[in-house]
């Protein structure tokens, strides 16, 4: 499968957002995705993930996000979506959208298909 990231740009403080990871063929309601970012000269963090159609429905965010974002999924429009609001400066990164092999109350295990990141900055 292969994953498109789109949405992304420049916000100021307190604003919303919404990224969409567009995923080819027809499986697409049979993988587990995640949303990870990549700040400039740090280290690529798991933002949020959710389960396949087929698993156990867990939906995890990272502590940073809980209560702001908002992870969904349309198995139709092999789309998944990262509601993002009161955005701050530090969300400010590249945001990128896998496959995962599952999603856990702890965060995505196992990678699979990356798509190419969208750029998400917040400043005034």
């Known amino acids: 499968v292969q994953l498109q990231a789109s949405g992304g740009g420049l916000v100021q403080p307190g604003g919303s957002l919404r990224l969409s990871c567009v995923a080819s063929?027809?499986?697409?309601?049979?993988?587990?995705i995640g949303w990870f970012r990549q700040a400039p000269g740090k280290e690529r963090d798991g933002v949020s993930c959710?389960?396949?159609?087929?698993?156990?429905?867990?939906?995890y965010y990272a502590d940073s996000v809980k209560g702001r974002f908002t992870i969904s999924r349309s198995n139709a429009k092999n789309t998944a979506y990262l509601q993002m609001n009161n955005l701050k400066p530090d969300d400010t990164a590249v945001y990128y959208c896998?496959?995962?092999?599952?999603?856990?109350?702890?965060?995505?295990?196992?990678?699979?298909?990356w798509g190419q990141g969208t750029l998400v900055t917040v400043s005034s």
């Open positions: 896998a496959t995962v092999g599952f999603c856990r109350k702890y965060g995505s295990e196992g990678f699979g298909s």
């Open positions: 063929g027809s499986t697409f309601d049979t993988y587990a």
């Open positions: 959710i389960s396949s159609s087929t698993g156990d429905g867990t939906i």
